[in-house]
Structures are given as structure tokens and as C-alpha cells.
């Protein structure tokens, strides 16, 4: 598979970004990344929304690579999943994401307190390892966008 198989498949189309783009979806990576450090919520909620930087980051390298995901379902899989093609991410790393992603699922929708300390600790760890490497590969790539 490739991101222009994705396009083919009409998962993804064709659409260039800009540096103001770039810094918006690095802000909502910031901003999802400090609701999650407030210890005070449930860790559900910090949970889902760590979560939500991992799609921004996802995200980010997608449309910094000049592509945008149609709006079907499965999108946010299929986000994640580019990861594989954009910055070369491991397909253990896309496995986990990808699980990250079902247990949002269900602390969003079937069960609330699913959600372990263990597994918050987890999707922290993880997500700042992968916001490295985003800011990394974005400012070796693509130079000309942002990185932070």
C-alpha cells in the first residue's frame, strides 16, 4: 500500500498545506497534550483526549505530505495508518495506536472508568514519543513548514 493507493482507494485526495495549517494542528496537539496533564479529570478523559493529539500528529504528517482524508468512515484509522507511509512509523507503533484508538472507543461510548492508570501512563508515553518524531521528521522533510 502506499498513500497514492490510498487516493486510488478514495481514502485520501490530493491537497497542499500551508505553514499556518501546520502550526494549527500542532496547536491542537499542544493544547490536547495539556488538557491531559490536568490530574484532576478522570483518566478517561485525559485519556480521550491524548488521543486527540494522536490524530493531530497523524494528521499533521498527512497534510504536511500534501494529502487530506475523505470524510468516510474509518477516517481516523486510516489516519493513523498513513503514519506507515509519512514518517516511516513502525507497524507495532500503528498496531498500538490503533488499540489506543478502540479503547477510546469504548471510555467514550460503552463504559466509563475503562480506562487504567496503566494504560493512560501508556498512550503519555507514547504520544510524546511520537510528537518527537513528528516535529523531527517534519523539520528534516519539510523544512519549510513548522515543527513546534
Given at each position: 500500500m502506499s498513500l497514492e493507493k490510498y487516493v486510488e482507494n478514495a481514502w485520501l485526495r490530493r491537497e497542499p498545506t500551508s505553514p499556518q495549517e501546520i502550526t494549527d494542528q500542532l496547536g491542537i496537539v499542544a493544547r490536547s497534550m495539556n488538557d491531559a496533564a490536568v490530574e484532576s479529570i478522570s483518566d478517561d478523559l485525559r485519556f480521550y483526549t491524548t488521543f486527540n493529539a494522536v490524530l493531530a500528529l497523524a494528521n499533521t504528517a498527512l497534510r504536511a505530505s500534501g494529502y487530506r482524508t475523505t470524510n468516510q468512515q474509518g477516517h481516523h484509522a486510516r489516519t493513523i495508518e498513513t503514519l506507515e507511509y509519512t514518517i516511516g512509523a513502525?507497524?507495532?507503533l500503528i498496531r498500538k495506536l490503533l488499540a489506543f484508538s478502540k479503547k477510546r472507543n469504548v471510555a467514550s461510548y460503552d463504559s466509563a472508568g475503562s480506562v487504567s492508570h496503566q494504560e493512560l501512563k501508556d498512550i503519555l508515553y507514547t504520544v510524546e514519543e511520537l510528537r518527537?518524531?513528528?516535529?523531527?521528521?517534519l523539520g528534516t522533510a519539510h523544512p519549510e513548514l513548522p515543527s513546534r
Amino acid at each position: 500500500m502506499s498513500l497514492e493507493k490510498y487516493v486510488e482507494n478514495a481514502w485520501l485526495r490530493r491537497e497542499p498545506t500551508s505553514p499556518q495549517e501546520i502550526t494549527d494542528q500542532l496547536g491542537i496537539v499542544a493544547r490536547s497534550m495539556n488538557d491531559a496533564a490536568v490530574e484532576s479529570i478522570s483518566d478517561d478523559l485525559r485519556f480521550y483526549t491524548t488521543f486527540n493529539a494522536v490524530l493531530a500528529l497523524a494528521n499533521t504528517a498527512l497534510r504536511a505530505s500534501g494529502y487530506r482524508t475523505t470524510n468516510q468512515q474509518g477516517h481516523h484509522a486510516r489516519t493513523i495508518e498513513t503514519l506507515e507511509y509519512t514518517i516511516g512509523a513502525d507497524p507495532k507503533l500503528i498496531r498500538k495506536l490503533l488499540a489506543f484508538s478502540k479503547k477510546r472507543n469504548v471510555a467514550s461510548y460503552d463504559s466509563a472508568g475503562s480506562v487504567s492508570h496503566q494504560e493512560l501512563k501508556d498512550i503519555l508515553y507514547t504520544v510524546e514519543e511520537l510528537r518527537h518524531t513528528v516535529e523531527t521528521w517534519l523539520g528534516t522533510a519539510h523544512p519549510e513548514l513548522p515543527s513546534r
